[in-house]
């Protein structure tokens, strides 16, 4: 069989997830990544002891295949974890980094880690011809785009003076974005989904001990961990999201079971649902149930909800429903006025810092990145209908402006995400990742200059 | 933002207001939600009637049951405290809750299970000790619901818990010499 010879673009834990399952398949791999060490990517390269996991150290292992790889690597490495307990994320960042080592080792030669980024793609008859910032192409059989989560959407009232004061932050993961000036500062989160609660947890480890105000529509926290159960299985006679609502509910309000085994026993479902849902109905899933969705699917871990908690209770945190009206720059910060969900009435809070914590950008053409907008531009990729995400095929693969499937062209991740509603999480991504494995070992093998060799560019 | 501005003036709150503010926020399923309806209850004195709690006791620290929910949904215990009391190491047996200090200054250790061993036994990481003073809030969710609680202060202590149902019984936490604690069931019982 040839050697197929894959390039990937993004080297966080998707990017490196699918390149440890190709090695071992015996395939070439090159990785585009600017960080240094492959694994940790945004999400898990946080430092903060308080940002923690999403999910139970049982739920996390990397591989689909070995559901308790991490409790077993967490044992070895000098910190037995019981499966119910959430570790921090920087632990996990440690677990991948493991990974990486093990993925250079199954490589060897085979395996190439290049320090830039993407810039655009084109799809040749024989090769995927890639170009990088450092200025460098390569060719492979197919390209991964693993390219993670967007940046926050961008908060559109916000005047260009606003933009460019020190005291607004458009991502909670920008450098020092936690870190206040002064330990009184008010700080006013603009969002209170998981991104909020991290820049909250961070703030406070940080030293901050001013008021925190969380702004959204709808007020909504993440509901929390509560243990861990074993998902049930999906309710066999929902045949529509109504229905599944409905039977989320019944099971609430009978007090039966916790409708968090409901939910859980979902998340392979809902994707299935979703893909079969019409546009009308999509769209009515994404204004009316996705916020609600959100909150009961992506919980916060106990300790985090105990510290959060905690503010609410002392009157350090405050949380409003409403919307942000248009921003102002104030002498010392950011005047934030905020139009109360249900009342006429606008509470206006003067703050030293603001940090956009809205939930990743989803319209594929707002996003900023340079190989997604080449592809874009050359048609290889389109925006789905509801512009949330592109046309991804359920293999991964991108659907062209002339609507047939890439042979060369995939998607693994939060990428997938519109074509998918589940797809940003460890479990998603460590069964997409075989899947794709799979997919990609059948692509045609062309390439037949060794990885390392640039082919002319043209 | 002041505690007038967030609460209004301070008033007093009959029994049955209480347990309805509190079934709203138990309803909401969230106990960040609670912690901050239990914290505004007790800012705006809720809890100062100390005929809500029991007299104190020599022997161990003191229950009252305020309300017991009859749809099974949540219980509301008010604890009194003597000087040095304090509970065993104990779990909350699945359910979740807040616990809010009313009078004197209470200490929790918290717990976190890491290992369990062929005979049931479990080792335990003692992970931090809180200070909780007047008007603030403990919270319990599981994993993170083993803890005991001690009146570290000179003066009685009154706190006020909600759990998310009926059930009156934990697990006991012993520790043995070798590191390895042994657990026991226990029921609870009430002094008024």
């Given at each position: 069989m040839p050697e197929r010879h894959i390039a990937i673009a993004g080297g966080g834990a998707s990017g490196l997830l699918l390149a440890h399952a190709l090695l071992r398949a015996g395939a070439r791999v090159t990785i585009v990544e600017p960080r240094a060490t492959l694994g940790a990517g945004l999400a898990y390269s946080t430092t903060c002891p308080l940002h923690l996991l999403n999910a139970p150290a049982g739920r996390m292992s990397a591989f689909a295949d070995d559901p308790d790889h991490f409790l077993r690597w967490l044992a070895a490495h000098g910190t037995p974890t019981e499966p119910t307990a959430f570790v921090a994320r920087s632990r996990y960042g440690e677990y991948l980094t493991s990974i990486a080592d093990e993925a250079r080792l199954l490589g060897?030669?085979?395996?190439?880690?290049?320090?830039?980024?993407?810039?655009?793609?084109?799809?040749?008859?024989?090769?995927?011809?890639?170009?990088?910032?450092?200025?460098?192409?390569?060719?492979?059989?197919?390209?991964?785009?693993?390219?993670?989560?967007?940046?926050?959407?961008?908060?559109?009232?916000?005047?260009?003076?606003?933009?460019?004061?020190?005291?607004?932050?458009?991502?909670?993961?920008?450098?020092?974005?936690?870190?206040?000036?002064?330990?009184?500062?008010?700080?006013?989160?603009?969002?209170?989904?998981?991104?909020?609660?991290?820049?909250?947890?961070?703030?406070?480890?940080?030293?901050?001990?001013?008021?925190?105000?969380?702004?959204?529509?709808?007020?909504?926290?993440?509901?929390?961990?509560?243990?861990?159960?074993?998902?049930?299985?999906?309710?066999?006679?929902?045949?529509?999201?109504?229905?599944?609502?409905?039977?989320?509910?019944?099971?609430?309000?009978?007090?039966?079971?916790?409708?968090?085994?409901?939910?859980?026993?979902?998340?392979?479902?809902?994707?299935?649902?979703?893909?079969?849902?019409?546009?009308?109905?999509?769209?009515?899933?994404?204004?009316?149930?996705?916020?609600?969705?959100?909150?009961?699917?992506?919980?916060?871990?106990?300790?985090a909800a105990k510290a959060i908690a905690l503010l609410l209770a002392d009157g350090t945190l405050r949380m409003i429903a409403g919307r942000t009206q248009t921003l102002e720059a104030i002498p010392d910060g950011i005047r934030v006025p905020i139009a109360v969900r249900g009342r006429d009435e606008t509470i206006v809070v003067d703050a030293q810092r603001v940090i956009n914590c809205s939930g990743p950008e989803h319209d594929v053409s707002a996003r900023t990145n340079h190989l997604l907008r080449s592809l874009l531009a050359s048609g290889a990729m389109v925006p789905n209908p509801l512009r949330i995400g592109a046309r991804i095929a359920s293999d991964g693969a991108l659907i062209g402006a002339d609507g047939t499937p890439s042979e060369q062209l995939f998607a693994l991740g939060p990428v997938r995400y519109g074509t998918l509603i589940e797809t940003t999480a460890i479990p998603e991504i460590r069964e997409q990742v075989q899947l794709l494995a799979e997919r990609l070992l059948r692509v045609p093998a062309t390439v037949l200059a060794p990885a390392g060799v640039p082919l002319s560019d043209g | 933002m002041t505690t007038s501005e967030?609460?209004?003036?301070?008033?007093?709150?009959?029994?049955?207001?209480?347990?309805?503010?509190?079934?709203?926020?138990?309803?909401?399923?969230?106990?960040?939600?609670?912690?901050?309806?239990?914290?505004?209850?007790?800012?705006?004195?809720?809890?100062?009637?100390?005929?809500?709690?029991?007299?104190?006791?020599?022997?161990?620290?003191?229950?009252?049951?305020?309300?017991?929910?009859?749809?099974?949904?949540?219980?509301?215990?008010?604890?009194?405290?003597?000087?040095?009391?304090?509970?065993?190491?104990?779990?909350?047996?699945?359910?979740?809750?807040?616990?809010?200090?009313?009078?004197g200054t209470m200490r929790e250790t918290s717990y976190r299970l890491s290992e369990r061993d062929a005979r049931g036994r479990v080792r335990l990481v003692r992970e931090r000790e809180t200070p909780l003073h007047a008007a603030q809030i403990g919270v319990v969710l599981p994993t993170v619901d083993i803890h005991e609680l001690r009146n570290d202060g000179p003066e009685l202590a009154h706190t006020v818990h909600v759990y998310s149902s009926l059930v009156d019984a934990c697990t006991m936490f012993t520790p043995g010499g070798d590191g390895w604690w042994t657990l026991a069931p226990v029921s609870l019982t009430y002094d008024a």
């Open positions: 060897g030669d085979r395996f190439e880690h290049r320090r830039s980024r993407v810039t655009d793609a084109a799809s040749g008859a024989d090769a995927v011809r890639i170009r990088t910032t450092a200025g460098e192409t390569l060719a492979a059989d197919a390209l991964v785009v693993a390219i993670g989560n967007a940046k926050p959407a961008r908060w559109s009232l916000v005047p260009d003076d606003v933009r460019a004061s020190a005291a607004f932050f458009d991502s909670a993961w920008e450098d020092d974005a936690t870190v206040p000036a002064t330990p009184e500062d008010t700080v006013v989160l603009l969002g209170t989904g998981l991104t909020a609660v991290d820049a909250v947890l961070g703030l406070r480890h940080n030293g901050h001990r001013g008021p925190i105000v969380m702004v959204s529509r709808r007020g909504l926290l993440p509901h929390e961990h509560r243990q861990l159960d074993r998902p049930a299985a999906g309710s066999p006679l929902a045949t529509s999201l109504g229905q599944v609502i409905a039977s989320v509910r019944r099971s609430r309000s009978s007090n039966e079971s916790d409708w968090r085994t409901i939910i859980d026993g979902l998340r392979r479902e809902i994707n299935d649902r979703w893909e079969a849902l019409d546009l009308t109905e999509q769209r009515r899933f994404v204004r009316h149930l996705l916020p609600y969705w959100n909150v009961h699917r992506h919980r916060m871990a106990p300790e | 967030r609460f209004g003036s301070a008033r007093s709150v009959h029994v049955d207001a209480i347990i309805e503010t509190i079934a709203r926020a138990v309803a909401t399923d969230r106990a960040t939600t609670l912690a901050a309806t239990l914290a505004d209850l007790g800012a705006s004195g809720a809890f100062d009637n100390v005929s809500l709690f029991a007299a104190p006791g020599e022997s161990r620290y003191s229950r009252a049951r305020l309300w017991a929910d009859p749809a099974g949904h949540f219980a509301v215990v008010c604890m009194t405290w003597l000087p040095g009391q304090g509970s065993a190491v104990h779990d909350h047996a699945g359910r979740w809750g807040a616990e809010l200090v009313v009078h």
